[in-house]
């Protein structure tokens, strides 16, 4: 985007942070892959476009933090310490983008098939995202949702990929 230009706020889903999280393995919170070109992992991917922060505001809720420390905690047999320093660095990279942490104070039931995807259409109502991001199959089959996108990780790490690389050719 251009300089001076607003981030433009995103929520991205559990699945997603969880997946950049622990299907790579990621353990330097620091050094996140990000596009161009693409990785192997969109997820990991997002999580680069993100700490970037030069396109998009990140916005997360307690629902979010909280669901993403417990299932790494118990998939990723993460210590209590590295489980603490990860929900920080989430917080941290969501506030450097001009995001944050928002309880939304809406009530969704717009998806019936999933009752924790509500929270995340919550979420991205009372922020006003432009964009969900999502691996979730009834979040994606929603798209476009009162006028918010719905992405999976691996076409939302594309379109970053083809504008970047588009706006270094000029």
């Known amino acids: 985007m251009p300089n001076g230009s607003p981030r433009q706020p995103v929520v991205v889903d559990i699945n997603v942070l969880v997946g950049a999280f622990i299907e790579q393995g990621h353990r330097d919170l620091l050094s996140w892959p990000s596009p161009p070109p693409t990785s192997p992992n969109p997820d990991s991917d997002c999580m680069g476009i993100l700490v970037d922060g030069q396109e998009f505001s990140l916005w997360l809720s307690p629902h979010i933090l909280l669901n993403l420390g417990r299932i790494l905690a118990e998939k990723a047999d993460g210590t209590e310490d590295r489980v603490r320093e990860t929900l920080e660095f989430m917080v941290a990279v969501a506030k450097k983008s001009d995001g944050g942490?928002?309880?939304?104070?809406?009530?969704?039931t717009d998806c019936v098939a999933d009752y924790e995807d509500n929270r995340i259409l919550e979420l991205a109502l009372a922020c006003q995202a432009v964009l969900i991001v999502s691996n979730d199959p009834h979040l994606l089959d929603m798209s476009p949702w009162k006028g918010t996108v719905v992405l999976s990780s691996i076409d939302f790490a594309k379109r970053v990929d083809v504008m970047r690389r588009s706006s270094r050719r000029r």
């Open 101 to 108: 942490v928002l309880r939304p104070d809406i009530v969704v």
